[in-house]
């Protein structure tokens, strides 16, 4: 059912779909029957978020202790849906505090089957654990010297990338070409914030890489360098902040330390993929680290515009997805054994700074912690100068 046959079903004169508690304008809600609807025509990040948005708006806003019901409309993702929630209930503390219906059938949620796929993957990682950057990119290296430019490995592709704390600006291709760029051209030929300051900076949108132009390109990367240590509005430090806060903790310029532990956590791993479903997409885990013999799937968040608390809630459900995904993936334990951790004691935590007045903080904080406490993940706040330049 889509959202006007879901409303049709239950009375429209009953229904509010007000942002309160920065809840989803596409979420319908029934406060008298503790009842939320997402019609199966919404996007399924949307159906899936609704699951913690019903469990936000219960505590918050309806008095009482009866279970929340969530009705899902069924659709096209319906399938995918069902199973990816199936995996996020699992990572639940109390599953008696929401009940589900798809249109006006309780639902099948079943878990889905992770292991064929997990096991695809480890292949993927025994060759890229292989894999041997090539030479023009070790002499780029050995010319940069700098700990904020890092080369990572394409997953399913022969491609290297070169990133200065996160942000891609140089490639190798599978025949060992490489190339200073950033991003691609949009629709339209809409040219991104980043793409646009590289522009400025270099004078063109690529500078192919060869023998006789290395020292411009070390040149230029420097440049980029600079820039994107620079947190000034309009240069590359102010871009892409997330995949920035990412690269820094990967490299231990931000230390993550979870709250009444004394010792921070350890990287290993960036954009680790998981899957939340038989057939969806890969997802990838921002940083995955351990302390000891237990890995942690690290969720990083860094708002910058309204909606912190919605933001941080999603945070809390992928960050939960992952641990789950990580815990029965068997596939992928032996992956775990040879790093000497045990993947079925994986763990869970989201870090991000926060934006606003400290009332607002609080607010926002308190908010996030009830959810993350249902789901048993770890709360980090990291401080406001995160992104200070570490040289």
Same mark, same amino acid.
């Given at each position: 059912?889509?959202?006007s046959?879901?409303?049709?079903?239950f009375g429209d004169e /009953?229904?509010?779909?007000s942002?309160?508690?920065?809840?989803?304008?596409?979420l319908?809600r029934?406060?008298?029957?503790?009842?939320?609807l997402?019609?199966g025509?919404?996007?399924?990040?949307?159906?899936?978020d609704?699951?913690l948005d019903?469990?936000?708006w219960?505590?918050?806003?309806l008095p009482?202790? /009866?279970?929340v019901?969530?009705?899902l409309?069924s659709?096209?993702?319906?399938?995918?849906?069902?199973?990816?929630?199936?995996?996020l209930?699992?990572?639940?503390?109390?599953r008696n505090?929401i009940?589900?219906?798809?249109?006006? /059938?309780?639902?099948?949620?079943?878990?889905?089957?992770i292991?064929?796929?997990?096991?695809?993957r @480890?292949k993927?990682?025994r060759?890229?654990?292989q894999?041997? @950057?090539?030479e023009?990119?070790q002499?780029i290296?050995?010319?940069i010297?700098?700990?904020?430019?890092q080369?990572?490995k394409?997953?399913?592709?022969?491609?290297?990338s070169?990133?200065i704390?996160?942000?891609?600006v140089?490639?190798i291709d599978r025949?060992?070409?490489?190339c @200073?760029t950033?991003?691609?051209?949009?629709?339209?030929?809409?040219v991104?914030?980043?793409?646009?300051?590289?522009?400025?900076?270099?004078?063109m949108?690529?500078?192919?890489?060869n023998?006789a132009?290395?020292?411009?390109?070390v040149?230029?990367l420097?440049?980029?360098?600079q820039?994107?240590?620079?947190?000034e509005p309009?240069s590359?430090?102010?871009?892409d902040?997330?995949?920035?806060?990412e690269?820094r903790?990967?490299?231990?310029?931000?230390?993550?330390?979870?709250?009444?532990k004394?010792?921070?956590?350890i990287?290993?791993?960036?954009q680790?993929?998981t899957f939340?479903s038989?057939t969806?997409?890969?997802?990838?885990?921002?940083?995955?680290?351990?302390?000891?013999?237990?890995?942690i799937?690290?969720?990083?968040?860094?708002?910058e515009g309204?909606g912190?608390?919605?933001?941080f809630?999603?945070a809390?459900?992928?960050?939960?997805?992952?641990?789950?995904?990580i815990?029965?993936?068997?596939?992928?334990?032996?992956w775990?054994?040879?790093?000497n951790? /045990?993947?079925?004691?994986?763990?869970?935590?989201v870090?991000f700074?926060m934006m606003?007045s400290?009332?607002?903080?609080?607010?926002?904080?308190?908010?996030?912690?009830y959810?993350?406490?249902l789901?048993?993940?770890d709360?980090i706040?990291?401080?406001?100068?995160?992104?200070a330049p570490?040289l």
């Open positions: 059912m889509n959202r046959q879901l409303r049709g079903m /009953d229904i509010v779909c942002p309160l508690l920065s809840l989803s304008r596409n319908d029934i406060a008298s029957r503790r009842t939320m997402v019609g025509d919404q996007k399924p990040k949307t159906q899936i609704a699951v019903a469990l936000h219960a505590h918050w806003d009482g202790d /009866d279970p019901t969530l009705v409309g659709g096209p993702k319906l399938h995918s849906v069902k199973e990816t929630i199936a995996l209930m699992s990572g639940l503390r109390d505090l009940n589900f219906q798809i249109d006006l /059938d309780p639902p099948d949620l079943s878990l889905p089957d292991d064929r796929r997990s096991n695809v @480890l993927d990682f060759k890229r654990d894999a041997v @950057l090539p023009i990119g002499l290296s050995q010319k010297s700098d700990p904020s430019f080369w990572e394409s997953l399913t592709q022969s491609v290297w070169g990133r704390d996160g942000l891609q140089c490639l025949n060992n070409r490489a @200073l950033v991003g691609k051209p949009g629709s339209n030929g809409a991104s914030t980043a793409r646009s300051r590289f522009h400025s900076i270099i004078g949108y690529d500078f192919p890489i023998d132009n290395m020292d411009a390109a040149f230029w420097q440049k980029l360098i820039d994107r240590r620079s947190n309009g590359l430090g102010a871009t902040l997330e995949h920035k806060l690269a903790v990967r490299r231990g310029a931000v230390q993550i330390v979870v709250p009444n004394d010792t921070a956590l990287p290993l791993q960036t680790f993929p939340w038989s969806g997409r890969a997802r990838y885990i921002d940083v995955l680290m351990y302390r000891g013999n237990v890995p799937v690290l969720e990083l968040k860094v708002p309204a912190q608390w919605q933001y809630r999603e809390v459900g992928q960050v939960a997805l992952y641990r789950e995904f815990r029965r993936a068997t596939g992928l334990y032996q775990f054994a040879e790093r951790l /045990d993947a079925t004691q994986c763990r869970a935590a870090a700074p606003g400290p009332k607002q903080r609080k607010a926002a904080l308190e908010h996030v912690q959810l993350a406490d789901f048993d993940v709360v706040v990291l401080p406001d100068d995160w992104n570490d």
